[in-house]
């Protein structure tokens, strides 16, 4: 058995990465300034998306492109309810109600066949996730909303360094991505807010800061200019120098982790092969750069005889971590009893739901790591 306890996840943080961080602290200004002004900039570059705007979360993104679009009561906004439960809930708090589009068996990501049949004439948006790092099918999806007349917003929290069918995620329509400890990329807490729509993106900054339509340092750059004015109400989810300025380090190291990402997923899938209990998502059959985000595989309950609690639990007694993206929201307390699905309706959530864990993955992962982990799911079956 492995010495020392393997996360399923750890940021990657280098030294100079640390320095900057001090660097920042030192200077005299440590909330949003020139360093996040460098970070929208080298982020649009990265993704080559026209409008990128820095978040102190991918949920405060979501809440903006809700309320930007006016997202309210008597709405519907359509999602999967295997997803990060931040989305579901804001839509929830919007007053609006949450729809759930089952997922492929296999991808666990939404297709324009499943969220076709929720379109109704109270849609909105439609909020697919590109899961685990894989792009999701998007351009039917786009058709469909063009046809149906209703907003998409791309939950690309996974998808740093995603492309599908040769384009990065993220430079056509809006997408938002997190920076949250276990992405590709961290800032401790952060997210990018990425639009082709300049209009949506000045919302988006007016919202982001108080509705004054100009953030702290632009107050600082115009000197003495008069206080500016509340031009509609916003919130205050702007991302701080000391975390932007980790973040332009992390970017710079990008291509470096997503290489190292799929390596490991590449030995995960050689080592795995003859473990009939476990078996990976599937990835994509259409052109596609996966992010390697997480390694998620499906525990064979009925094969294996056990739970997958107990299995992930056996694996932490063998100092094996584990992640679960994600438990189905309609399966959780309040959704369970506010919100219940139509029996039935999500098999392919449901299925899911019950048997899926993401295994260790984070760039600073040697192989030994992988097979230590593969080691552990053997031992765990064969008792
Ligand atoms: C992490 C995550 C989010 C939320 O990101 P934060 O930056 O933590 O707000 C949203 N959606 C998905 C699918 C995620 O994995």
């Not at 069918?165 to 938002?176: K, L, Q, S």
């Not at 200019?225 to 990008?254: F, W």
């Not at 590449?266 to 795995?272: D, T, W």
């Not at 506010?338 to 993955?361: M, V």
Request: glycine fraction near 8%; aromatic fraction near 8%.
């Amino acid at each position: 058995m492995r010495a020392a306890f393997l996360p399923f996840s750890r940021p990657c943080i280098s030294e100079a990465e640390i320095a900057a961080v001090g660097d920042v602290l030192r200077s005299g200004w440590i909330t949003t300034g020139e360093q996040c002004a460098r970070f929208e900039r080298r982020f649009a570059e990265q993704v080559g998306c026209r409008q990128a705007v820095a978040l102190s979360s991918a949920t405060a993104g979501m809440h903006l492109a809700l309320a930007a679009a006016g997202v309210g009561p008597g709405d519907e906004v359509i999602t999967p309810s295997l997803t990060w439960v931040s989305t579901v809930n804001l839509i929830t708090l919007s007053g609006a109600r949450p729809v759930f589009a089952d997922v492929h068996r296999d991808t666990l990501m939404v297709t324009d066949e499943t969220v076709a049949p929720r379109i109704g004439p109270r849609t909105r948006l439609i909020i697919p996730v590109h899961y685990a790092g894989a792009p999701a099918d998007i351009e039917p999806l786009r058709k469909l909303a063009a046809e149906r007349g209703v907003g998409l917003v791309e939950d690309a929290a996974h998808a740093l360094g995603t492309a599908y069918r040769g384009e990065p995620v993220g430079r056509r329509g809006t997408a938002i991505f997190s920076f949250h400890p276990i992405k590709n990329i961290t800032t401790a807490e952060g997210g990018m807010f990425c639009t082709d729509d300049p209009q949506l993106a000045e919302a988006v900054r007016r919202l982001k800061f108080h509705g004054l339509g100009v953030d702290a340092y632009d107050r600082r750059v115009q000197g003495r200019a008069p206080q500016s004015e509340v031009l509609s109400p916003g919130y205050k989810y702007n991302l701080p120098d000391i975390l932007a300025v980790l973040g332009l380090g992390q970017l710079e190291r990008l291509t470096e982790f997503n290489r190292r990402r799929r390596e490991l997923a590449e030995r995960y899938f050689e080592k795995l092969a003859a473990v009939e209990e476990i078996r990976p998502l599937a990835v994509p059959d259409y052109p596609h750069t996966h992010s390697w985000h997480l390694f998620v595989v499906r525990l064979d309950i009925e094969r294996a005889g056990m739970d997958r609690l107990a299995f992930m639990q056996a694996l932490k007694e063998r100092n094996i971590g584990s992640g679960l993206h994600f438990l189905a929201a309609h399966r959780q307390k309040y959704y369970r009893e506010h919100l219940p699905a139509t029996p039935g309706s999500l098999p392919n959530t449901e299925y899911n739901s019950e048997r899926i864990l993401s295994l260790p993955l984070f760039p600073d992962m040697r192989d030994s790591d992988v097979d230590d982990v593969v080691a552990a799911i053997k031992d765990v079956l064969a008792s």
